[in-house]
C-alpha cells in the first residue's frame, strides 16, 4: 500500500489529552522543518520517539548508529505515559514526522488497531538478521505480538525484582530478605517501627495513579500470588481470589511505606533508595546499576537484589513484565527500509550488551538471550544477570489487544481508590472486573 493511500484512509480514534495533542502539533511543525532541511542537503536521518528515561540509551544509540553508518538520528523525548498518544497522533493527524518509536508493549494493541504503528510480521519472519530465536522467550510475543501478527523488536526488557539495603536488614535482625509477601509486610513493619522516627523506612511502594507505576506495585503481587490479568482464553479475571489477595497485600504494605506512597513515582521511590531511607523496594532490574555508579547512590556494595516474594498458596517465584518497551515503525513513514535497519541493528545483543553495562547508566535491561548470558554482563553484574535468568520463564504479562490501554488505565483508576482506603480489595478489583469484561470481552 502506497503512503498516499495510507494517508487517505480513515484511522479509528486514539483517545489523546488536549496537552499532548497540542504539544506533539507544535513537535510536528518543528520536526518537519528539520526534516525539510535535511532533505535538502541531502543527508539521511530519522526521527525516534523515546521516553525520558531512556534518553541516556538515545544518547549512545544516536552516537553509535551515526558512527557506524552516516545516518543522523532526531531523538523526540516524552514523559512515559504519553509516547503512545504521541505516536498516534503524529500519525492520524497526517503530520507522520515520526519514524521509530519505542512505547509500552501494553500499547501495542491500541497503536496497531489505530493504524499508527506497521505490521512487521512478513519481514521478521523473512530476514535471518532479525535472530528471532534469540530473544528472550517470556518477553519476546507479550512485547510483539498482536493477534499472531508481529508489530515490533523487544527494546527494554523490563521485569520488576526485590531490592533490599543489606545495612537496614542487620541492623533489625534479618538475615535473610522476605521470601513471601507476608514476610515483606512484617519485615517492612518492623523496620518502619524501629527506625521511621530517623527517616529510614521498611519500603517504597510506587503508588502514583499510573499503570506503569502503581499498576506495577499490584502486578509484582499479583505475580507472587500465581495470579493472572486474563486466562488463557483472554477472559478478565481480574477478581480471582489471587488478585484480591495480591491487592490486600498491596494494602497491608502502605503502613509502612515511605511517607506519601500515593504521591511516590519513580523519581521520588530512587531517591529515597539511593539515600539509604528504605529497606525494600521493587524495581527493575537496572536499578542495580545504578545503586553501584548513579552519583546520588549512598548504597555502593550495601544491597542484595532477590525475586519477587510469592504468596497464597504459590511457591514458584515469578518475573513481573512491569513495563517493557518495543521498538515499532510508524505506519506512514517514507523511511520504511531505513527504519528497519534502525530497529533491527538498536535490538541487536551487541547493541543491547552495551547497553547493559553502559557508565553513566541506560535504563535498559536485558532483551535477548546472548546479551543476558554475555561475559561482560556477567562480569559487572552477576547478581542482576542471576536474577535477569528468571524471565526466561513464566513471567507474567499485561494484555496487550485492543483496549488493553485502556484497561490497564481502568485497573489503575480502582487500585487508587484501594491506596485511599475508599474501597476493600474485593470491591476495586469487582469493579475493575466489570469494566474489563466490557473492553476486553
Known amino acids: 500500500m502506497s503512503d498516499s493511500s495510507r494517508r487517505a484512509r480513515t484511522l479509528r480514534r486514539f483517545a489523546v489529552p488536549t496537552v499532548v495533542a497540542a504539544s506533539a502539533v507544535m513537535l510536528a511543525s518543528c520536526a518537519g522543518g528539520d526534516a525539510d532541511a535535511s532533505d535538502a542537503a541531502g543527508e539521511q536521518e530519522l526521527t525516534v520517539l523515546l521516553i525520558s528515561s531512556h534518553e541516556g540509551a538515545s544518547d549512545l ?10 545516518v543522523r538520528i532526531n531523538p523526540v523525548i516524552v514523559p512515559y505515559d504519553e509516547i503512545g498518544n504521541t505516536l498516534a497522533l503524529d500519525q492520524q493527524s497526517g503530520a507522520n514526522t515520526i519514524d521509530v518509536a519505542a512505547p509500552w508493549y501494553v500499547s501495542i494493541g491500541d497503536l496497531a488497531d489505530s493504524g499508527s504503528i506497521q505490521d512487521l510480521t512478513d519481514w521478521i519472519a523473512s530476514d535471518p538478521a532479525a535472530d528471532e530465536d534469540d530473544f528472550i522467550p517470556s518477553i519476546y510475543d507479550p512485547y510483539t505480538l498482536v493477534e499472531d501478527r508481529r508489530y515490533g523488536l523487544p527494546f527494554d526488557g523490563d521485569t520488576h525484582v526485590l ?3 543489606t545495612e537496614i536488614l542487620q541492623r533489625n535482625g534479618f538475615d535473610a530478605p522476605p521470601a513471601t509477601w507476608d514476610e515483606y509486610v512484617e519485615q517492612s513493619r518492623v523496620i518502619t517501627e524501629n527506625e521511621g522516627a530517623d527517616g529510614v523506612y521498611g519500603n517504597v511502594i510506587f503508588g502514583q495513579k499510573s499503570p506503569l507505576i502503581l499498576g506495577a506495585s499490584f502486578a509484582n503481587r499479583l505475580a507472587g500470588f500465581g495470579g493472572e490479568f486474563v486466562d488463557d482464553a483472554g477472559a478478565p479475571v481480574i477478581n480471582s481470589p489471587e488478585a484480591v489477595a495480591a491487592a490486600q497485600s498491596l494494602a497491608d504494605a502502605l503502613e509502612s511505606a515511605y511517607p506519601t506512597p500515593t504521591e511516590t513515582a519513580f523519581g521520588e521511590g530512587n531517591s529515597a533508595w539511593y539515600a539509604g531511607n528504605a529497606a525494600f523496594i521493587e524495581n527493575w532490574t537496572d536499578l542495580g546499576v545504578g545503586s553501584q555508579i548513579n552519583p546520588d547512590s549512598t548504597v555502593a556494595d550495601g544491597w542484595g537484589v532477590t525475586l519477587l516474594p510469592v504468596g497464597g498458596e504459590n511457591t514458584q517465584a515469578r518475573a513481573s513484565l512491569v513495563a517493557g518497551f518495543t521498538w515499532v515503525i510508524a505506519a506512514h513513514t517514507d523511511k520504511t527500509e ?17 547497553l547493559l553495562v553502559a557508565d553513566p547508566q541506560t535504563g ?13 554482563y556477567g562480569q559487572a553484574y552477576p547478581d542482576l544477570q542471576r536474577v535477569n535468568r528468571a524471565t526466561l520463564d513464566g513471567a507474567l504479562a499485561w494484555p496487550t489487544g485492543k483496549n488493553a490501554t485502556q484497561a490497564a488505565e481502568v485497573l489503575t483508576d480502582e487500585l487508587a481508590k484501594l491506596v485511599a482506603g475508599e474501597v476493600t480489595a474485593q ?7 466489570a469494566e474489563w469484561k466490557e473492553l476486553l470481552g
Open 61 to 70: 544509540l544516536a552516537e553509535r548508529y551515526e558512527a557506524e553508518t552516516g
Open 163 to 165: 531490592f533490599y539495603n
Open 364 to 376: 535498559i535491561d536485558p532483551n535477548r538471550i546472548s546479551s543476558l548470558e554475555s561475559e561482560a
Open 338 to 354: 531505513l527504519a528497519r535497519d534502525f530497529i533491527q541493528w538498536a535490538a541487536s545483543s551487541e547493541i543491547n550488551e552495551e
Open 427 to 433: 470491591e476495586a478489583l469487582d469493579a475493575a472486573q
